[in-house]
């Protein structure tokens, strides 16, 4: 089994930034793809940024803001969040998959408020 462990959500004012970490363990062959999702009450899960060994990929309403990076070393990957708006308040799930594998953490909550 693999598991996902998130950590570095909080409360943080309009304009701030934030740092999340995703540290992953267990059985992690052949687990390619690396990314974060975020969910607000009423509304669907949507893809915030992902990361392979080719590239990144982000969202649209992150893009130019937000940062993905990995360590592969440490299997964790982090997600630095900067000029934090309110409609980025959400539970942030850490993800990881690859040939037909698929695993989510528990998330952690990001709140953006003043």
């Known amino acids: 089994q693999v598991q996902l462990v998130e950590s570095g959500g909080g409360l943080v004012q309009p304009g701030g930034s934030l740092r999340l970490s995703c540290a992953a363990s267990?059985?992690?062959?052949?687990?390619?793809?690396m990314g974060w999702y975020r969910q607000a009450p009423g509304k669907q899960r949507e893809l915030v940024a992902s990361?392979?060994?080719?590239?990144?990929n982000y969202g649209d309403s992150v893009k130019g803001r937000f940062t993905i990076s990995r360590d592969n070393a440490k299997n964790t990957v982090y997600l630095q969040m900067n000029s934090l708006k309110p409609e980025d308040t959400a539970v942030y799930y850490c993800n990881t998959g690859g040939s037909g594998q698929n695993y989510w953490g528990q998330g952690t909550q990001v709140t953006v408020s003043s």
């Open positions: 990361i392979t060994s080719g590239g990144t």
């Open positions: 267990g059985r992690l062959f052949r687990l390619y793809v």
